[in-house]
């Protein structure tokens, strides 16, 4: 869980490139769900529900700001 809301801190602070940001978050969020969900359920539900589809939104060349901003919103509803 840590990592993956690390990943989306960085994304917000704008230490990570938006493009692969868009492809590694909800990778991660795949591969680790299980985990995630041991950690804290509603907080898996939440990502799962809502990550996957903001970040599908996002294409090369896209204004970031956008896909920042939606980011953001979800981070500061997980913490």
Do not use: W
């Not at 690390?6 to 590694?24: H, T, V």
């Not at 985990?35 to 529900?49: H, P, Q, R, S, W």
């Amino acid at each position: 869980m840590n990592e993956l809301l690390n990943m989306l801190k960085n994304f917000i602070e704008g230490n990570y490139d938006a493009l692969r940001f868009s492809y590694d978050a909800p990778e991660y969020l795949f591969k680790h769900y299980d985990e995630i969900e041991e950690v804290d359920a509603k907080k898996a539900a939440a990502l799962n529900d809502e990550l996957p589809d903001i970040c599908d939104t996002y294409e090369r060349g896209d204004n970031p700001e956008n896909l920042r901003t939606q980011i953001r919103a979800l981070y500061e509803k997980l913490t």
